[in-house]
């Protein structure tokens, strides 16, 4: 009987060692990643829609570099003049 009750203690100590070791070594881990983002200026960002453009836009200010965005776009598009609008044209066979 004494020889179960020492094997019970025995597993139990080393179980709880162990789970104290882990929450030691994540502990650390953590400690270590929040260290390092803090030295490089960045920070840790999670979820399925991040944005790692992180753009400092206000709302008209976005609006107005789209529309620049977009006149610039219809500008080179529909000219149709010099040898850069030729190479966009398919050739018709």
């Given at each position: ?55 400092r836009f206000t ?35």
């Amino acid at each position: 009987m004494t020889m179960s009750r020492l094997n019970f203690r025995v597993i139990l100590a080393v179980l709880i060692s162990l789970a104290v070791i882990f929450a030691v070594y994540t502990t650390v881990q953590s400690a270590s990643l929040s260290a390092s983002a803090e030295k490089v200026g960045s920070h840790s960002v999670s979820g399925a829609m991040t944005n790692f453009n992180h753009d400092r836009f206000t709302v008209a200010e976005q609006e107005a570099y789209q529309a620049q965005l977009e006149a610039f776009n219809d500008s080179k598009k529909g000219s149709g003049r010099g040898c850069e609008s030729e190479s966009f044209n398919p050739l018709d066979d």
